[in-house]
């Protein structure tokens, strides 16, 4: 520890650090600040932090990730490779979004399924009914009126209003999902 406090910037420019000795100050630097090394255990601390506290606001995984980074530093957790981290942090967002989207479906009737699966039906010759649905209401006329009931019977027919599971998710979440929907 002393060596990087008095070297000059060649010197740690020429350090080895994938060396032995590497380790072992490395070991010395987080012992003198009171960090653990990440262990395995660590992770599912991480899981569940991301699941219960992260992805329920709806973050990007970019924020996800900065903010595990926050979280080991509290905990004194040294992170381990930067590259292993994202991986992890990647699947468990990934992991966690599936699980999302198998519990969304659980709470659908068979009937409802069918109903979501029409809205993707063509419309008319130009657009399908999701894109109907989506298009501005226009200046009010009985016509557009007419347009706007149209839409919400579709909405209605799927049965997702009605799902007391759906009024459960956070807003932020269900926004982030929507978003990545009306893309697709």
């Known amino acids: 520890l002393l060596w990087f406090k008095s070297s000059s910037q060649t010197h740690i420019k020429s350090y080895q650090w994938q060396s032995r000795i590497s380790q072992l100050h490395n070991t010395e630097i987080r012992e003198y600040y009171g960090f653990k090394k990440f262990e395995t255990s660590n992770l599912s601390a ?6 219960k506290e992260l992805l329920p606001q709806g973050l990007s995984v970019g924020q996800v990730r900065d903010d595990v980074y926050k979280f080991l530093k509290k905990n004194t957790i040294d992170p381990f490779a930067q590259h292993e981290l994202n991986k992890q942090i990647n699947t468990i967002c990934l992991q966690y979004e599936k699980k999302f989207f198998t519990q969304c479906s659980e709470h659908l ?3 409802h399924q069918k109903n979501l699966h029409r809205i993707l039906d063509m419309y008319d010759d130009d657009q399908t009914i999701l894109n109907f649905i989506r298009t501005s209401a226009g200046k009010v006329s009985s016509t557009t009126i007419h347009e706007e009931q149209e839409k919400l019977n579709y909405i209605k027919a799927a049965g997702v209003i009605d799902q007391e599971f759906f009024h459960t998710i956070p807003r932020k979440f269900l926004k982030v999902h929507h978003d990545k929907v009306a893309i697709s």
Do not use: A, G, L, R
């Not at 991480?46 to 699941?51: D, L, R, S």
């Open 109 to 111: 009737s068979v009937d």
């Open 46 to 51: 991480v899981k569940e932090f991301i699941e």
